[in-house]
């Protein structure tokens, strides 16, 4: 399954905005989205009706949300999940999209 593999990953240098300062882009050379984006697939697979960020970042628990959904974005663009659609409240009484894997 190495072919699955190279499906995770971005480049740094879209994980920064060209008006971002210069620790910004530091810091995206040195973040592990190829590991980051396989963990939180791997989660919302485990979701066949879809979930929320909140839900994912409830079971990464170990990892900061701001690690966990920059990583939403990226799956979307490369078409390995999808927004349902639907919205679920949070727990703060937000609304949040509900993301499912393909």
């Known amino acids: 399954m190495n072919w699955f593999k ?4 971005t480049n740094p240098k879209q994980m ?8 910004s882009k530091e810091a995206a050379e040195t973040v592990q989205s190829s590991h980051l984006e396989q963990l939180v697939y791997e989660v919302i697979k485990e979701f066949p009706n879809g979930c929320t960020a ?10 900061r949300s701001h690690s966990i959904t920059p990583r939403f974005a990226p799956l979307i663009r490369k078409g390995l999940i999808v927004d349902t ?7 703060s009484g937000r609304s949040q999209r509900v993301v499912r894997a393909v």
């Not at 920064?16 to 620790?23: L, S, V």
């Not at 909140?54 to 990892?63: G, I, K, M, N, T």
């Not at 659609?85 to 727990?91: A, N, T, W």
């Open 85 to 91: 659609g639907f919205r679920k409240k949070s727990g």
């Open 16 to 23: 920064a905005r060209t008006e971002d300062p210069d620790t």
């Open 54 to 63: 909140e839900e994912v970042e409830r079971a990464l628990y170990q990892y």
């Open 6 to 9: 190279k499906l995770f990953g």
